[in-house]
């Protein structure tokens, strides 16, 4: 297994992987409040059958080059995650997402492990655009974005329903060339 520091601050980037799936509902109970507004991701993992079913469709995408898991963990401890929602190699496009939990918010740990995903994907594996797809009303993920140098494609209005409302989603991506030349 490796590990990617993610800073002098004690964090890292791991991956998170279906034998971990203890550890990760704790993460997700403690995460739910923040995360169940916007996406699915915690409803997903409520009791450890759940959790390790999660984490053994991420490990299976995985094994089909069609995704990514990546946890985000703070002096030991997992506060959250990165991953690659979609990944299409063969066109050259993947998205990635996040999620943290409270405890760990305002520290930059999703900028600082998303940037870590962004160059793996553009300069390892050679894709040329990279998405980033949020609510309009979750600002925090909107900012992310932003800090990554993304720039805002479009709004796809009502585009998303979740807990019964329709939410907004907007699409961000950065192309390689430009990942390249700015860094985000």
């Known amino acids: ?25 704790a993460h997700m109970d403690r995460a739910r409040a923040l995360v169940d507004p916007w996406i699915p991701f915690a409803a997903a993992a409520t009791d450890l059958t759940s959790a390790r079913a999660l984490l053994q469709r991420y490990a299976d995408r995985q094994a089909a080059d069609t ?10 401890t ?15 496009n993947c998205e990635i997402g996040c999620w943290l939990e409270a405890a760990a918010e305002g520290r930059g740990l999703v900028t600082r492990a998303s940037r870590t995903l962004i160059d793996w994907a553009v300069d390892v594996r050679g894709m040329h655009r990279v998405e980033w797809v949020a609510s309009s009303a979750n ?9 990554l140098g993304m720039t805002r494609e ?5 585009a ?23 860094r985000g």
């Open 1 to 25: 297994m490796f590990t990617v520091s993610l800073g002098d601050d004690g964090a890292e980037l791991r991956p998170l992987e279906p034998w971990q799936a203890e550890e990760f509902l």
């Open 67 to 76: 995704g990514r898991l990546y946890g985000i963990w703070l002096d030991g």
């Open 78 to 92: 997992l506060v959250g995650g990165v991953l690659f929602r979609i990944f299409e190699a063969e066109n050259g």
């Open 139 to 147: 600002r925090r993920s909107v900012a992310v974005a932003e800090r």
């Open 154 to 158: 479009g709004v796809l209005r009502e």
């Open 160 to 182: 998303y329903p979740y807990r019964g409302k329709r939410h907004d989603e907007e699409i961000w991506a950065v192309l390689a060339p430009d990942w390249r030349n700015g």
